[in-house]
Structure formats: C-alpha cells, structure tokens
C-alpha cells in the first residue's frame, strides 16, 4: 500500500516536522488513518493546526522519492507559498538527513519548485491561473481551499488527466456551509472520529454543546456526563456515515488533540472576534453568520396594502434552467414575482412578451449569461426597452451599473447587441439593493404568507456575504448562495437596473 508505506518510512527513519519534533501517532492517532489512506481523493475538513500541513509535505516527499512522480501544492496566494516553503517545507528537509541525502547538488531548489531524484514538488498560488496551464502532475494537494480560487483549483485537477495514480487531496479550515472543503465534505463518506465512553459505553464524537462541561471546564460524555480523558478520546477509530462512497473525508477538531484541554477551548471562545473564527479555526465547522445573510424582514417590512395600477412599469428578468424568473413593479411597488415555463402552444418568451404589452413594460433588464440569443431575439421584438445585463465590475470602482446605449449609441442595426448591454458590479448592486429595502424605496403589494413573497423570502436568504482573497492577496468581500436557488433575487437585482433607469429617464 503506497500510503501505508508513509507510515513504516516515517516510523523507520524517525521523521522529524518543522520544529525538529519527532512524528509520533501515540498521542494523535486520528493522524495515523489518514497518514495510511490510499484513497484517490481525499477531503480533509479542520481546525487549525492540527498537522495537516505536515502530513501533506511528508506525503509528498515520500512520493517523490519512492514513487518518482510529480506533484503540485497549491495554496491561496503566492505570498502563501513564499510563507510556506522556507518555513515548513524547508525547515523539513533541513530537519532529516535522509530527505537531504536524496536532493543532489545540481538539483532545482527553489521556492516553487524542488526537485527530488528525478521528480519535481511544485508550490503554486491559485491566483496565477496561467501556471494551472503549463504543468502535469500525478498527485495534487490543495491547502486552504476555501481561501483560494476555486475556478483555478479545477484547472488546476485537469492536469491530472495523462496520470494513471491522478491523486487529488484537499484540506481546508471551512468558512461557511456548503462552500469549499464544506461542499466537498458533504460528498464525501464523512468519517467522525468515534469512541466509547469507559464510564457507560456510550459511542459518540467530540461535539462542542454535548462534550463540554463549562461550569468545570473539562470535557464529558454526552450522556453519563463524567469527565473523558485525553486517552480516552484517543483510543476512538474513524468511522464513516456513508461508507459507500468514493471520497474518503474526514473531520478534524481541535477537541481532538491532546494538546488542547477543555479549559482551552473554553478561553478561545471567550476570546475569539466573533463565533465564526472560533467555529472555523477551533472547531473545524462552517458557520454562517446571521449578520452576514439577508434577513426575511427586508421583504417583509416593505410589504404594503397600496394598490398599484399596473402601468408604466419596470421589469427584471433571470434566467435559471428553462425558467425566466420575473419581477414587476412601478413607483407605487413591486406588483408582480412570477416563474414562467414552457406551456404547451406557448413558449415562456411569448408568456414574458405578453407580459410586457399588458404592464406596459418602460426599462426591462433580462439576465444576459444564459439562453443569450433567445434573449437577443427578444429585444429585439421590444427595441430600447429589453436591455440584457452581465455581471462585471467597473476597472475604475467608479460606476455600479454602465449602459451601453449611454456612451456609445450609434443608431445602427449590427450595433444594436452592443448597444443594448449592461455591465452591473455584482457585489455592489447587491448591497445597493439591501441598503435600498432597508430604506423602505421597493414596496411590495403582497399580503403576508402569500406564496409568491415565501418563495421570493426563499431565494433571497439563500444569499450570503463571505470574505475571499483576490490575486494580490487582498481580502474582499462577495456574495454567494448556498443553494443556488437565488433566480429570484437576481431578478429584484435586474429590476432595481431597469427601476432605476426609467427613473433617471423620467426626470
């Protein structure tokens, strides 16, 4: 077993980590099953330091040596990778003769590359996407996946695609549910590290609410409630709740190891910014901040019973699946959410144009990303009132919305396409249109409990705001869904555009 043999060489030849401490399993045998996992693709969801890192360099060294193949780490950034290599993976080889002795004089030893015998270790940031390009690789570990550029890191698994091994590895302190090394997780046959209480044998996993006494600051079990020692939280297996499946995942908290009490953890909670850090980092769960989502009651405390007349409207259109997903409304509200299909003798196109005669429709703003040419030939049935909008931030930071037909109207019929674009930064107009419900400017002319404003409360709350970081390593904030089930706020999104400019026109 090609894992397996990790094991018996770090056993063999006392490896030594960064900080020139022996690698034992005594103390952290949860380590050891994931030292000797052959799986092809592994997730490894965790709190912060709690040897993952470590396990991935030796991993990687062992490879290249004994296996002779090429391998890729990834991490966020490349200011990342220059932390990384001289503190860790550097700091290793310096640590173990027996890594040294195989890194010949002549050989490449560079921060973003080493080689080993004949293989090459390649540290890569995410956020170069070229280099996903130029390289092929056998095995791939992705460190900090939920910090680092997701679209690169599949770019990045497509140079596995010539590799008959074509190892995939990714570990992660998680952020928020359902992103990331959380989403990965999830498909994964979710191993928990379970053990037997000595006192009632009760079998459980180290859980924070159940597993802890605050009054005594020491850890219990979750049912007999006496203390569980460090051995005996020790002497657990991992055991997977979906044993069926392909990805081979595990969880790993700081409740876990050794070197962390109750007491610890207890004083990290109290000490942390704010619950997410100590859920992400300590506990190794996502967690979504309620501060971070868009409340049911931006919807909610702008309905109105005020009767519109139906007339001279606004209109936002997304597009999700085969669905046009529709709201409109005037300056008395918002008067109409509706999901239009395909009915037999009537496509949904023929459904929104009808629409558009009878609200007589001003400014209509269509998603532009999906069924583009469908959305093409609609406009231009409605010339100068469907324009069809994508998401694409202003390189000045000046503007939130460009139409083009703004600056560039030329009155001429092959640039009607051009003519007919917006460009809308998606962030921004997001929190426009937050920062205008909660202003009260979008009345909705719905009673509460009607189903078309759950169903809008629906799609809007699957949004929320997370923290990523660009490719200069800057820290921004964006919104995402969890769900993507969100085609109803996307078209409130499109209809602030089109409310907006029929406004401006106005005037």
């Given amino acids: ?24 399993f005594t103390h952290h045998r949860f380590l050891l099953d994931i030292y ?10 965790k709190g912060a330091q709690s040897g993952g890192t470590t396990w991935a360099i030796l991993s990687e060294i062992h490879d290249a040596m004994y296996l002779g193949i090429n391998q890729i780490h990834t991490m966020p950034t490349v200011s990342d990778v220059q932390k990384l290599v001289p503190s860790k993976v550097n700091q290793m080889i310096k640590m173990n003769p027996c890594i040294r002795e195989t890194m010949n004089k002549g050989d490449v030893d560079a921060v973003t590359q080493k080689q080993i015998g004949k293989s090459f270790l390649y540290f890569r940031g995410t956020f170069m996407e070229r280099e996903a390009i130029m390289l092929t690789s056998d095995k791939n570990f992705y ?13 990045y698994s497509s140079r596995l695609g010539y590799s008959k091994l074509g190892r995939k590895i990714y570990i992660s302190t998680p952020t928020v549910p359902d992103f990331g090394i959380d989403k990965l997780w999830n498909n994964s046959d979710q191993k928990y590290w379970r053990f037997n209480c000595p006192h009632c044998g009760f079998e459980q996993h180290m859980e924070w609410e159940k597993n802890v006494d605050f009054d005594r600051e020491i850890y219990v079990c979750q049912k007999c409630r006496k203390e569980l020692i460090p051995e005996t939280i020790q002497g657990g297996e991992w055991k997977a709740r979906y044993p069926g499946r392909e990805i081979s995942g595990y969880w790993i908290s700081q409740m876990m190891v050794t070197w962390r009490t109750a007491k610890d953890l207890i004083k990290e909670q109290e000490d942390a910014e704010d619950e997410q850090y100590f859920y992400n980092f300590i506990l190794g769960l996502p967690y979504l901040n309620p501060e971070d989502r868009i409340s049911a009651g931006l919807i909610l405390k702008n309905l ?13 259109v997304d597009v999700g699946g085969k669905d046009l997903h529709v709201i409109v409304g005037n300056n008395k509200g918002i008067f109409g959410i509706a999901i239009l299909k395909d009915e037999p003798g009537k496509t949904k196109w023929q459904r929104l144009g009808e629409l558009m005669e009878v609200y007589e429709v001003q400014y209509c703003v269509i998603d532009g990303m999906w069924n583009t040419n469908e959305a093409y030939e609609f406009a231009e049935k409605f010339p100068y009132k469907v324009y ?8 000045k930071k ?14 001429k019929p092959e640039d009607f396409e051009e003519e007919i674009k917006v460009l809308s930064d998606r962030n921004r107009i997001i929190d426009a249109l937050i920062s205008e419900l909660r202003k009260g400017k979008y009345k909705f002319n719905f009673l509460s409990g009607d189903d078309r404003i759950t169903e809008l409360i629906e799609h809007v709350q699957t949004m929320y705001a997370r923290t990523v970081t660009d490719k200069v390593g800057q820290e921004r904030r964006e919104w995402v869904s969890t769900t993507k089930r969100d085609h109803l706020l996307h078209a409130l999104v499109y209809y602030k555009i089109a409310y907006d400019r029929k406004i401006k026109d106005e005037k």
Avoid: C, H
């Fill in 143 to 155: 460190d900090e996946v939920d910090k680092s550029n997701q679209q690169v890191i599949k770019d």
């Fill in 388 to 395: 069809l909008n994508w998401y694409k931030e202003d390189p």
């Fill in 304 to 316: 109105t019973n005020e009767k519109s007349n139906e007339r001279d409207s606004a209109m936002g």
């Fill in 36 to 45: 000797t996992d052959d799986s092809k693709e592994i997730v490894v969801r």
């Fill in 398 to 411: 000046v503007r939130i919305v460009r139409f083009a037909d703004e600056t560039k109207f030329t009155d």
């Fill in 1 to 24: 077993m090609i894992a397996n043999s990790v094991y018996v060489w770090i056993k063999k030849k006392r490896i030594r980590n960064e900080k020139n401490e022996l690698i034992e």
